[in-house]
């Protein structure tokens, strides 16, 4: 069993929809992060997460601790958004563990 | 701008080589991660260092692989000899803590070994 699971793992939106992606994990963690990875390959650290809730622009990004579940929201999608979101957790032995990515495609 | 840099960007190779891939982190951050991303195993973490130090390697195959940090400006990781199952894109990233603050990405280096 991955210690990350994401879901789903394709997902494809209307542009404008609301999106929404969803990280379970099974270990203790000292943060959990959310990556996105544009086409190009590029990774961009998008939030890094404790507790609660954390917004930028139409991204936000929540979790649950006693759940042990994160959820990364996109409000008024938009093609910009078509990119791989990648859920991470740091462990509190300081390991890394990956779920294997979200794919969206948002189309116009 | 500040940015962590990567180069080669993409190096082909054949099978048996060397290859080195450099890394220069941020200025000022002090924890540097090596990872692998493939198709099959998505990302992977390889290795990391707190203040040059190797804190964990254990991703690492620790027959063909090495990492090290000869300055706070350098991070280099090696394969020697290389293998084909070595082909993936190597992600360097550097920060400020081990788990709990944001990791900058560099740009990667996508590596081919023939």
């Known amino acids: 069993k991955n210690e990350v699971e994401q879901s789903p793992q394709n997902l494809t939106a209307q542009e404008g929809e609301f999106i929404t992606i969803n990280c379970s994990y099974s270990v203790g963690i000292s943060a959990l992060h959310w990556l996105q990875q544009h086409p190009g390959g590029g990774i961009v650290s998008l939030f890094m997460l404790s507790s609660g809730k954390k917004k930028h622009g139409r991204l936000i990004a929540t979790i649950n601790i006693q759940e042990k579940h994160s959820s990364l929201h996109i409000t008024a999608s938009h093609p910009r958004d078509s990119a791989v979101y990648i859920c991470?957790?740091?462990?509190?032995?300081?390991?890394?563990?990956f779920g294997t990515g979200t794919s969206l495609t948002v189309i116009p | 701008d500040a940015r962590v840099t990567q180069t080669p960007r993409h190096k082909v190779t054949e099978m048996g080589q060397e290859v080195t891939m450099r890394c220069q982190p941020i200025l000022g951050h002090n924890t540097v991660f090596w990872y692998r991303q493939t198709m099959m195993q998505g990302l992977e973490l390889l290795a990391y260092f707190r203040n040059r130090a190797p804190l964990d390697d254990s991703g690492m195959p620790k027959d063909r692989f090495s990492a090290e940090m000869p300055d706070a400006t350098l991070a280099t990781l090696k394969i020697q000899p290389s293998e084909p199952r070595d082909s993936a894109v190597y992600f360097c990233?550097?920060?400020?803590?081990?788990?709990?603050?944001?990791?900058?990405f560099g740009p990667g280096t996508r590596l081919t070994v023939l």
């Open positions: 990233a550097s920060g400020l803590m081990l788990a709990t603050d944001t990791q900058y």
């Open positions: 991470a957790v740091g462990s509190s032995g300081n390991q890394f563990y």
